[in-house]
T-cell receptor, first 110, second 114 residues
Framework: KNEVEQSPQNLTAQEGEFITINCSYSVGISALHWLQQHPGGGIVSLFMLSSGKKKHGRLIATINIQEKHSSLHITASHPRDSAVYICAVRFGRSTDKLIFGTGTRLQVFP | DAGVTQSPTHLIKTRGQHVTLRCSPISGHKSVSWYQQVLGQGPQFIFQYYEKEERGRGNFPDRFSARQFPNYSSELNVNALLLGDSALYLC???WGTGMNTEAFFGQGTRLTVV
């Protein structure tokens, strides 16, 4: 069964802290997405990875294909980073179907 | 450029009724996927359409159906609504299909069945 697991489920931090959210998956994938969801529902795509590392502002995403593991890092966290962060993977090369993790709820306090 | 737009944003229906949700993809995008997100869980794949043809179907009953129009917009239809159909329904569009295509999500339609 294709599965995606995230940890931790909930995370609280003080403003300025370095944040790491982890994602593990069960079988080989063609792509992995990191997404952000704010209260109210809308999902914003942060990164799409198939190998290596990507950086955008204070956000960094890495993926280790051999270990079937990805991490999302937030440097110098800020209260506006408070949201649910979701990892989603595409297992096949010919399908766009995404399998989602259950998300990590992040709260950053001033 | 407008992003993925979904309508309506909120909807309340009674058990047994049917509902139609609409999605307009980003201009130039030919693939639309639908997801259901029940409160507290991650989204679950319902359908994918590409170039007006169904490319994938998730584990949902036949009460759920969808279609894609020549302008690549899409409708999701749910018949004989159950309380358990209450969820956020998300639409995602991408320019093509396959491993290197990035999905862009709409704000969702929150459906409440009473």
């Amino acid at each position: 069964k294709n599965e995606v697991e995230q940890s931790p489920q909930n995370l609280t931090a003080q403003e300025g802290e370095f944040i790491t959210i982890n994602c593990s998956y069960s079988v080989g994938i063609s792509a992995l997405h990191w997404l952000q969801q704010h209260p109210g529902g809308g999902i914003v795509s942060l990164f799409m990875l198939s190998s290596g590392k990507k950086k955008h502002g204070r956000l960094i995403a890495t993926i280790n294909i051999q270990e079937k593991h990805s991490s999302l890092h937030i440097t110098a966290s800020h209260p506006r980073d408070s949201a649910v962060y979701i990892c989603a993977v595409r297992f096949g090369r010919s399908t766009d179907k995404l399998i989602f993790g259950t998300g990590t709820r992040l709260q950053v306090f001033p | 450029d407008a992003g993925v737009t979904q309508s309506p944003t909120h909807l309340i229906k009674t058990r047994g009724q049917h509902v139609t949700l609409r999605c307009s993809p980003i201009s130039g995008h030919k693939s639309v996927s639908w997801y259901q997100q029940v409160l507290g869980q991650g989204p679950q794949f319902i359908f994918q359409y590409y170039e007006k043809e169904e490319r994938g179907r998730g584990n949902f009953p036949d009460r759920f159906s969808a279609r894609q129009f020549p302008n690549y917009s899409s409708e999701l239809n749910v018949n004989a609504l159950l309380l358990g159909d209450s969820a956020l329904y998300l639409c995602a569009s991408s320019w093509g299909t396959g491993m290197n295509t990035e999905a862009f999500f709409g704000q969702g339609t929150r459906l409440t069945v009473v």
